[in-house]
């Protein structure tokens, strides 16, 4: 299983990047995919997500400036971020996740993650 991110790099406030993850190794379009972060002495969090059926869902504080997106023939799970600010750095973390109703998480698998830093 391998899940590796691309993308990632230095911006100035207000700038774009557009974050990419390839997937190998599990059967893809079974899996939700997630895009968390992680910035110096935080924890983790949740920033994007994506259900096999494409349904979205979004970290208030980036909502209307990021878009998830998954491209099921190619593997891959993009995350369009826009109006970046300086809060926005942290390392970028690619997850997938197989879930189980009424059981949630059965299987997770994370990429080594790609850093981000929004600074002028």
């Known amino acids: 299983v391998q899940l590796v991110e691309s993308g990632g790099g230095l911006v100035q406030p207000g700038g774009s990047l557009r974050l990419s993850c390839a997937a190998s190794?599990?059967?893809?379009?079974?899996?939700?995919m997630n895009w968390y972060r992680q910035a110096p002495g935080k924890e983790r969090e949740l920033v994007a997500g994506i259900t096999r059926a494409g349904t979205t869902n979004y970290a208030d504080s980036v909502l209307g400036r990021f878009t998830i997106s998954r491209d099921n023939a190619k593997n891959g799970v993009y995350l369009q971020m826009n109006s970046l600010k300086p809060e926005d750095t942290a390392v970028y973390y690619c997850?997938?996740?197989?879930?189980?109703?009424?059981?949630?998480?059965?299987?997770?698998?994370w990429g080594q993650g790609t850093q981000v830093t929004v600074s002028s």
């Open positions: 190794g599990f059967p893809f379009s079974s899996y939700a």
């Open positions: 997850n997938a996740a197989l879930l189980a109703l009424g059981v949630g998480r059965v299987k997770d698998y």
